[in-house]
Every structure is written in structure tokens, then in C-alpha cells.
């Protein structure tokens, strides 16, 4: 069973970077595919982007192409995103997610707890 | 780019049928799995692949897939069943996409 702990919430100025953790348990990051997705108040969930095991790269959604950076501490098992150039839209709670790749069925099988960054100045 | 639409928003009587759809071209090459979200917490996912079910998830909950439409299909819908639900697929070209949601009230 994976367990998904993410970091606490965070307050960022305008302008600022945030970097949000997501601790795996139950199984070793290299045996996983993380992603991130967004959802911001009372909208829907949006894919930021994640590792692709078909070429072995991380793929970004063109929207935040520039600004994110995913990165994985393999020696800790924990994944994690930054997201510069902080603005109020990007307030949102931020979640890690694993994906599990079937051929034409995938899909994103646990999530993290999920992460409330609030940009206001 | 790959967009999934979905209704924003379903109603179904307790103990009635209801089905959620979700439209797209990227469903023509892959399943679509759905996530059901309650105020505050985190996504669940409900279904994936052709019509599968994590374990603890009721087996009123059924998929299905025809072209470029999936559906999610409640049967017997319960009060506790009152939540958004979101579909989800990639496209060929790795680039992955949410429906925007439909918020299923049960009356």
C-alpha cells in the first residue's frame, strides 16, 4: 500500500517560489510515477505534470512549462515541486498523485493529503 | 489540445440510476478513470480501466466507454455518494487532462 504525505501549507508573497514535498512510503520512488495536480478554490483539478515512463522524462502541462520543476530525492523516497514567480491565481491546495500505466488504461491510483499555497501580499 | 467535457451538474433521487459522462477525443485511444471528490478531501479514484474497481469501492459504481464518451454509472445511488466526480485521460502525446467535474447531488 503507498502512503502520500505531503508538506504543510504555505503563505508566499507575489514574485516568490514555493516548493511542496510529497513523502512515499509502502514502496520506493523509483518504482513509482509521480505527478502533481492542482485544484484551486472551488475549481476543478488540473495536471501540472509528471513522470513519463515511456521516455523517462518528466513532461510538463505547456500552462506552467517555465515555471515548475519536479524533482525526486530517490535517497529519501520524496518527491517534490516548485513553482516560481508565485501570482494569486496560483493559490490553490497542490496534490502529489502516483500513476499506474496499463497501455490504454491509466490512471492516478494514490494521493497525497494535499498542500494549500496561498500567494497574497 | 485534449479537453474532457463533462456536465456540471447531475441529480439522481436516493436509491435511483444516475450516469455521469465525460467527452473527448483522447478517449478514443484510452480508458478514462474517475475520481470521486468530497468537499475538503482529496480524490478517490472509483474506476479505471475498461470497468474496474479499486478495492473498497461499492460495486454500485460501474464504467463503460463507447467512441469518444465514457460514462460512470451509479446504481442505487446512496446519500453518501453526494460528491464532484472528475474523469481523467492522457493523450498520445503523454500531455494528461481532467473533466471538469459534475457535482452530483442526491435528492
Known amino acids: 500500500q503507498v502512503q502520500l504525505v505531503q508538506s504543510g501549507a504555505e503563505v508566499k508573497k507575489p514574485g516568490a517560489s514555493v516548493k511542496v514535498s510529497c513523502k512515499v512510503s509502502?514502496?520506493?520512488?523509483?518504482?513509482?510515477?509521480m505527478h502533481w495536480v492542482r485544484q484551486a478554490p472551488g475549481k476543478g483539478l488540473e495536471w501540472m505534470g509528471g513522470?513519463?515512463?515511456?521516455?523517462?522524462?518528466?513532461i510538463y502541462a505547456q500552462k506552467f512549462q517555465g515555471r515548475v520543476t519536479m524533482t525526486e530525492d530517490t535517497s529519501t523516497d520524496t518527491a517534490y515541486m516548485e513553482l516560481s514567480s508565485l501570482r494569486s491565481e496560483d493559490t490553490a491546495v497542490y496534490y502529489c498523485?502516483?500513476?499506474?500505466?496499463?497501455?490504454?488504461?491509466?490512471?492516478?491510483?494514490?494521493w497525497g493529503q494535499g498542500t494549500l499555497v496561498t500567494v497574497s501580499s | 489540445s485534449s479537453e474532457l467535457t463533462q456536465d456540471p451538474a447531475v441529480s439522481v433521487a436516493l436509491g435511483q440510476t444516475v450516469r455521469i459522462t465525460c467527452q473527448g477525443d483522447?478517449?478514443?485511444?484510452?480508458?478514462a478513470s474517475w475520481y470521486q471528490q468530497k468537499p475538503g478531501q482529496a480524490p478517490v479514484l472509483v474506476i479505471y480501466g475498461k470497468n474496474n474497481r479499486p478495492s473498497g469501492i461499492p460495486d454500485r459504481f460501474s464504467g463503460s466507454s463507447s467512441g469518444n464518451t465514457a460514462s460512470l454509472t451509479i446504481t442505487g445511488a446512496q446519500a453518501e455518494d453526494e460528491a464532484d466526480y472528475y474523469c481523467n485521460s492522457r493523450d498520445s502525446s503523454g500531455i494528461w487532462v481532467f473533466g471538469g467535474g459534475t457535482k452530483l447531488t442526491v435528492l
Open positions: 498523485a502516483t500513476v499506474s500505466d496499463g497501455g490504454n488504461s491509466v490512471y492516478f491510483d494514490y
Open positions: 509502502g514502496y520506493t520512488l523509483t518504482e513509482l510515477s
Open positions: 483522447s478517449l478514443r485511444s484510452y480508458y
Open positions: 513522470f513519463d515512463p515511456e521516455d523517462g522524462e518528466t
